[in-house]
């Protein structure tokens, strides 16, 4: 697999940890990670960011999504939980993309006219 491959490349130790474990324990290691990424974002990150900004955010797998202006906040909370979980990462951040037009909620219907209206 090429993807792993890269992985190897780029940290060894963490690729060769992960062979090991899915040696005899692959669903294990996926139940585990996958635990561990849940109480990091959502009951950590997630959590003490609601308590500091009201602004919608989003997640996918280990990143949350929020409006431009709470970048600091959301820096801030991830930075605190990297720290409160001794986590041997970095933060990294994406550029604003301003060209992406703006959501439409689930919950509406557009119309031909683009206005929309509740379901």
């Not at 992985?7 to 060894?12: G, H, R």
């Not at 585990?32 to 797998?61: D, N, Y």
């Amino acid at each position: 697999m090429e993807l792993f491959k890269t992985f190897q490349v780029s940290f060894p130790r963490y690729a060769d940890t992960v062979l090991k474990i899915k040696e005899d324990l692959h669903f294990a290691m996926t139940k585990f990670l996958q635990w561990h990424e849940t109480q990091i974002i959502f009951g950590g990150m997630v959590r003490e960011f609601m308590t500091k900004s009201k602004s919608p955010f989003f997640t996918v797998h280990d990143s949350v999504y929020s409006a431009n202006t709470e970048k600091q906040i959301l820096k801030d909370v991830l930075t605190k939980k990297i720290i409160d979980y001794d986590l041997p990462t970095r933060v990294r951040e994406e550029e604003c993309l301003i060209t992406t037009p703006p959501p439409i909620n689930v919950g509406m219907k557009v119309n031909n006219n683009y206005q929309s209206t509740l379901i």
